[in-house]
């Protein structure tokens, strides 16, 4: 087995030691990420492996296969059809709240069930929605059955799906420690049950194709990725947001314009003035679901619309938006939000 780990490590090494780098096949790197979970190599060589993957650039197989290895080890809570995924970075949002649990929260009060898949933020990044939902005293881990409870009574639920298996933890510690964006923090979005309805965060820059195309490897027939603030799901009110639909084997190109809403800003929604970063996170939150006027409310509104757009195909955004701006306004989304908190502090057990 390291015979095989030290040949694949020479085969990607390239792109650190200045020959030309070689890709991965799938299965390579299924058996790679596998080894790696499995912790049976040596810390220097785990890193040696993450740092020339994220030099030479991981190819669509490359993340397939990694992400194939990480589903299997992994018991995902059980969705009841048409369940749309979310799914981001632990990097976070700096400047501005993270929305996304406002909008599945608007999603779910429209008829959709929303499974965010979410994590605590890494020491030194942003905030993100596991660190929203933990300041609203939600419980993170990785146990399915909450998640499945809130599912069907609330029509949302947050878990983390890395806390499922252990094999995580020291992949992520390596990737804390080096301070760099690493294959970990990738492969996180793709942990992903199978053949789920899919809406995925993607850092800027020329990775849309590529992860389309990894996404359709694994099998998703239903996807939206975006390129919203700051690495995030949140569609920019200031500027048009990028992203990509994949819809049953077909890629194109989605454009959010905010003025196409009527909710364009001269900026995006800043986070409050407290201390506690995470706190402030929270209170943006929950001005969203205040509903009203407010650009708070807008980022969540188009996020909930993307949401139903995975789930009725036929509906255009801005009536999904709209739908989503009435169930913020009645109070609807506040009550899923609060159900399926409830839940979650009800305590079943974690698993980590």
Request: charged residues 20%; aromatic residues 4%; proline residues 7%.
């Amino acid at each position: 087995m390291e015979d095989r780990f030290r040949a694949l490590l020479d085969k990607v090494g390239g792109a650190i030691t200045g020959r030309p780098p070689r890709h991965l096949t799938l299965e390579e790197a299924d058996w790679v990420f596998g080894t790696l979970l499995e912790g049976t190599v040596s810390a220097s060589r785990t890193t040696a492996m993450l740092l020339a993957l994220r030099a030479k650039g991981p190819t669509a197989e490359e993340l397939a296969g990694c992400a194939r290895a990480a589903r299997a080890r992994v018991k995902f809570p059980e969705l009841p059809a048409g369940t749309v995924v979310l799914s981001t970075s632990r990097r976070g949002k700096h400047s501005s709240p993270p929305f996304g649990l406002a909008a599945a929260a608007a999603a779910a009060a429209c008829g959709a069930r929303v499974l965010v898949q979410a994590s605590s933020g890494v020491p030194g990044g942003g905030i993100t929605l596991g660190d929203v939902w933990t300041a609203a005293g939600g419980r993170l881990n990785g146990d399915p059955v909450a998640a499945e409870e809130a599912l069907l009574s609330h029509g949302m639920a947050c878990w983390h799906p890395t806390l499922a298996d252990r094999g995580w933890q020291p992949l992520l510690d390596t990737e804390s420690d080096l301070g760099l964006r690493l294959l970990p923090d990738v492969i996180g979005k793709l942990l992903l049950p199978q053949a789920c309805r899919v809406l995925v965060a993607a850092m800027p820059g020329p990775v849309l194709g590529r992860a389309g195309e990894a996404l359709q490897l694994l099998g998703h027939p239903q996807a939206i990725i975006v390129q919203g603030v700051e690495g995030s799901l949140d569609a920019a009110l200031s500027r048009p947001t990028r992203g990509l639909r994949l819809q049953n084997g077909t890629h194109s190109p989605l454009r959010l314009r905010p003025e196409d809403f009527g909710m364009e800003q001269p900026g995006e929604p800043p986070m409050a003035a407290l201390a506690d970063r995470a706190q402030a996170a929270l209170t943006g939150v929950r001005t969203a679901l205040l509903g009203g006027s407010s650009p708070y409310a807008a980022v969540a509104a188009l996020g909930a619309a993307m949401i139903l757009s995975l789930v009725e195909e036929r509906t255009s955004l801005a009536e999904a938006a709209a739908r989503a701006q009435e169930a913020l306004e009645s109070g609807a989304a506040q009550a899923r939000w609060e159900g399926a908190l409830t839940v979650s502090r009800s305590g079943h057990r974690p698993n980590n």
